[in-house]
């Protein structure tokens, strides 16, 4: 046997005794994709070593491989609404609420009311923003971005054209790869669009040298009106003072105190026993999935699966005709992923 015949062999013998892979283990594959097979590591090496692309080092064998992969647990099917709220508060990047405009707090007085509300189907689009960016490593900040845009409405459309969630007009939706044709809006899309903002608003954080407030300036009103205004009055985005940049239009710079006054809120209602006790409850987890192999579209997605297929419309309008194109995400509660045909889930 030659030492080539010989290495083969005893990486077939190590893939054997690994086991199969676990569905949940952490993995740079996407979901839906299949891992590449790869050479096992020797113990107390990562699989990432030979990722500079240089030739594998060569392992000496262990005493004896695992008998089988170590199982991880799958993905929560819900979570709870003071989880969200305690991720949505541990994100914030300007806690503090000494500065917050009483014009605004009071604009958004009916906010924290709206998530604890027994109904309430903000709550788990709101814990899936924060997620995206918490993933993101982003401000929390921007999850109340919805809320000044929207109202956290997937389907709300500006008469002056912006439509979604993010209330994106059509150029920046296509600009962000948000795609819109007959028959489709990806701005309805909560999926498509939130993709597109969290994309956008990493851009703008690295942008303005992590400043949350000057991020928010340029989402509303475009970066290099920002970084005008920032030349103009002689400013750098690492020290700016954003309300001193008086060449921008009035409603930009008020869009920073809109999130402030929205943030103070939220961190207040937090001290309301009262409010906690209603936010702790059950909530749905929302995760993406593909319609690609669903024919029946949205509507007989949740027919197979047993959900509120008016509740699914509302949380996904790109598909509010019941069975719009196939291979687009939707939003779905996560308990439905693993259920099978037919089963009721509570949704």
Not at 90 to 107: E, F
Not at 152 to 180: C, D, E, M
Not at 222 to 234: D, F, K
Request: with cysteine.
């Amino acid at each position: 046997m030659t030492a080539r015949t010989g290495a083969a062999t005893l990486a077939l013998l190590w893939a054997i005794a690994a086991g199969p892979i676990v569905a949940g283990e952490a993995s740079d594959t996407p979901a839906g994709e299949v891992a590449p097979l790869a050479a096992p590591a020797a113990p107390d090496e990562p699989l990432a070593a030979d990722a500079a692309g240089g030739p594998p080092a060569q392992a000496a064998p262990a005493a004896a491989p695992a008998l089988a992969a170590a199982v991880v647990p799958a993905p929560a099917r819900a979570t709870n609404g003071v989880t969200i709220y305690e991720r949505f508060v541990d994100g914030l990047a300007q806690p503090g609420c000494t500065d917050a405009s009483p014009r605004w707090r009071s604009h958004f007085a009916h906010v924290p009311d709206q998530l604890a509300a027994g109904d309430s189907e903000v709550l788990p689009l709101f814990g899936y923003v924060v997620e995206a960016l918490r993933s993101a490593h982003l401000p929390t900040e921007y999850a109340l971005i919805p809320f000044v845009e929207s109202g956290y409405r997937p389907g709300a459309r500006s008469s002056s054209g912006p439509a979604g969630l993010w209330q994106f007009i059509a150029v920046t939706a296509r600009n962000h790869k948000i795609p819109i044709r007959g028959g489709y809006d990806g701005r309805l899309s909560p999926v498509d669009a939130t993709q597109a903002a969290v994309r956008y608003l990493k851009t703008l954080h690295g942008m303005f040298a992590g400043d949350w407030r000057l991020a928010v300036m340029a989402f509303n009103a475009g970066e290099y009106r920002v970084l005008g205004a920032l030349r103009r009055h002689g400013q750098r985005p690492a020290d700016a003072e954003p309300e001193a940049l008086e060449s921008l239009a009035g409603i930009t710079r008020a869009y920073v105190r809109k999130l402030h006054a929205l943030s103070c809120l939220m961190v207040e209602a937090g001290d309301d026993e009262e409010w906690r006790q209603a936010l702790d409850r059950p909530v749905a987890r929302l995760v993406a999935v593909d319609l690609a192999d669903e024919p029946a579209g949205l509507d007989g997605y949740a027919r197979r699966k047993g959900l509120d297929a008016a509740r699914l419309r509302r949380l996904n309008p790109a598909h509010a005709i019941g069975s719009g194109p196939a291979g687009r995400q939707v939003l779905v509660p996560a308990a439905a992923v693993a259920t099978p045909p037919a089963a009721a889930v509570a949704n």
